[in-house]
């Protein structure tokens, strides 16, 4: 089993800027693509970003691309989405999640998940 801790959300104003943190325990880091979802208060969970298990392939939704960076540190089997010129639109519960498939890559199907941490940025 994988357990999946996230961290550094908060609140910000628009066009600030946030680093999140999801830390993995239990497996081996290494062997798992790992991505970013959000949720908005009323709204469906969307897809964010995505690494592959070296860090060189990485995926994000349109609505960030270029404002969000997504990042991962093997060796401290740790994961970081840093979000630049925030919006009110990026106000939801970012989740971390993984999975060892890569079927599981540009899907919503990911087997290991977060509890999630809240960003909330004001206008």
């Known amino acids: 089993q994988l357990h999946l ?14 680093r ?6 239990g497996r081996t880091f290494t062997y798992y693509l790992m991505a970013w ?10 897809f964010v970003a995505s690494i592959g298990w070296r860090g060189t392939n990485t995926n994000f939704a349109d609505s960030v691309r270029g404002r969000f960076t997504i990042s991962r540190d093997n060796a401290k089997d740790t994961m970081y989405l840093q979000m630049d010129n925030l919006k009110p639109d990026d106000t939801a519960v970012y989740y971390c999640a993984a999975d060892f498939r890569p079927g599981a890559w540009g899907t919503y199907d990911w087997t290991y998940w977060g509890q999630g941490t809240q960003v909330t940025v004001s206008s």
């Open 37 to 46: 979802f959000r949720q908005a208060p009323g709204k469906e969970r969307e």
């Open 20 to 25: 999140l943190s999801c830390t993995a325990s």
């Open 5 to 18: 801790v996230e961290s550094g959300g908060g609140l910000v104003q628009a066009g600030g800027s946030l």
